[in-house]
């Protein structure tokens, strides 16, 4: 029936009585009965925005991310078009809900959601994020449940925004309260990466007013959000680096290793490229790069030792990398 309602049913418009017996197949125990409703909510939300939007709102879709999806749609402009506005506040809440508890948020319709509701309404989606995280963080084991979408199909927009630095600040004091939970300072850092968008200037300056507080826990908050910058930030930014190592070092060593380690982690994640016989063209990078850095700075430093330290693994792994190829490394093939 529920696919002769949904999949089936056409363009016509809802008969007498029809739209209470699909919302009654909104909270099926059966997915596929579920998503139904979704295929309804779509046929009819540009001439019956009203009805879809009840319908949307009434779908239970906690257990299944592929039937979120299908919800999320409901708001693409270019296909189905029903304006999240309709929703009333009970509705967004109850959907806001389901989105916490949902094991995974990756969908392209949902994260397009979330994309454009971050440009008008970014404290919402912010903080969805960041009780998605503290709901991680009540889980035990984490399951399939991940807080952040593995890839951003459709990047946030809460740069757009007047709040935006604002956001940041509040997002990095969050991290910076719970340095002792790993789902925090990792999918926290996730989170501060996404709204950030990028390293620039305004948001180091952020870093920085941190980094310059008293307390310890707030310079361990940065060195977690750091481990999600990009791998050249220490070759673009040395000044931030140093006032960083700097800032790490007036709490004591341990401090400063957690800080060389995050810098360190973000410059060597993500893929290398290179050739059969030949060193990969980022640890080149890595080693050139951090040695002329280093030239230039006070010997003995700790940002001299950090720079150097990386252009000396770098050309571990060269030698590591040519080895490996060599024509008589045993082989027989």
């Not at 939300?45 to 709102?57: M, T, Y």
């Not at 950030?196 to 361990?220: P, R, W």
């Amino acid at each position: 029936i529920s696919q002769a309602l949904s999949w089936n049913r056409g363009v016509r418009p809802l008969a007498e009585g029809e739209l209470d017996l699909i919302i009654q197949f909104a909270k099926d125990p059966d997915p596929t009965v579920r998503r139904a409703s979704a295929v309804v909510a779509q046929r009819i939300a540009k001439d019956d925005p009203g009805e879809a939007a009840r319908l949307v709102a009434a779908i239970d879709f906690t257990d299944s991310p592929g039937l979120a999806d299908e919800v999320f749609a409901c708001f693409s402009q270019q296909h189905y078009g029903l304006s999240w506005d309709l929703l009333t506040n009970r509705q967004v809440g109850a959907i806001r809900k389901q989105l916490v508890l949902l094991p995974e948020i990756d969908q392209y319709w949902l994260t397009s959601l979330l994309s454009s509701r971050s440009a008008v309404e970014p404290a919402w989606v912010v903080s969805l994020l960041q009780d998605r995280v503290t709901h991680a963080e009540s889980l035990d084991p984490l399951g399939r449940y991940h807080a952040t979408p593995f890839n951003w199909d459709n990047p946030l927009r809460v740069r757009e925004h007047p709040t935006f630095l604002a956001h940041l600040r509040r997002l990095h004091a969050w991290i910076s309260d719970r340095t002792d939970s790993w789902i925090r300072r990792e999918m926290g850092a996730e989170i501060f990466q996404e709204v950030a968008g990028s390293y620039d200037q305004a948001v180091l300056a952020i870093l920085v007013e941190a980094l310059n507080s008293t307390n310890e826990s707030d310079v361990s908050g940065v060195a977690a959000i750091l481990r999600k910058a990009g791998r050249t930030l220490i070759w673009d930014e040395p000044e931030f680096v140093s006032i960083a190592l700097h800032a790490a070092a007036r709490f004591g060593d341990a401090c400063r290793q957690e800080m060389v380690g995050s810098l360190w982690s973000a410059t060597t994640s993500g893929v290398r490229m290179g050739s059969p016989g030949q060193p990969f063209r980022e640890d080149v990078e890595q080693r050139d790069r951090s040695n002329q850095i280093a030239e230039r700075l006070p010997s003995g430093s700790v940002e001299e030792e950090f720079y150097r330290a990386i252009a000396a693994s770098a050309e571990q792994a060269i030698a590591r990398s040519v080895a490996e190829d060599r024509r008589d490394d045993g082989r027989d093939w």
